[in-house]
């Protein structure tokens, strides 16, 4: 994964409006099922972001439970859900039109920070 302004190039990452980091699902014991955990998402969460777009993988494997879902709608959070080259196309598009939110996509494409 390439983000646009960063010189890393990532596996898996996180990203926001002005910053990107690797996502390692270690870290919270995350695997493709039962998925996306909400201690996955808390960092971007934290950047007051309005809308999260997540990549599901290129083969969307990877799911995003119910609970985690409701976690971020009841933080006021849109959370779109998304084939990763579709989550990749959809944070461009949304950034590009001044949106301020975030995207967790697992898999290959390129973002802009």
């Known amino acids: 994964m390439k983000v646009q302004g960063s010189s890393k190039t990532y596996k898996d990452c996180k990203v926001w409006p002005g910053g990107s980091r ?3 699902c270690r870290e ?3 695997e493709h099922s039962p998925g996306v955990q909400p201690a996955d998402v808390e960092e971007v969460v934290k950047k007051c972001v309005q809308t999260l777009a997540t990549g599901q993988g290129m083969s969307k494997g990877l ?3 119910p609970s985690t879902l409701e976690c971020l709608e009841k933080q006021g959070i849109d959370v779109r859900v998304l084939q990763t080259e579709q989550a990749v196309k959809e944070y461009d598009a949304l950034v590009a039109q001044g949106w301020k ?3 967790v996509p697992p898999a ?3 973002l802009r920070e």
């Open 63 to 65: 799911k995003v439970p």
């Open 22 to 24: 690797t996502w390692d």
């Open 108 to 110: 290959d494409g390129t």
């Open 101 to 103: 939110g975030s995207s």
């Open 28 to 30: 919270t014991g995350t």
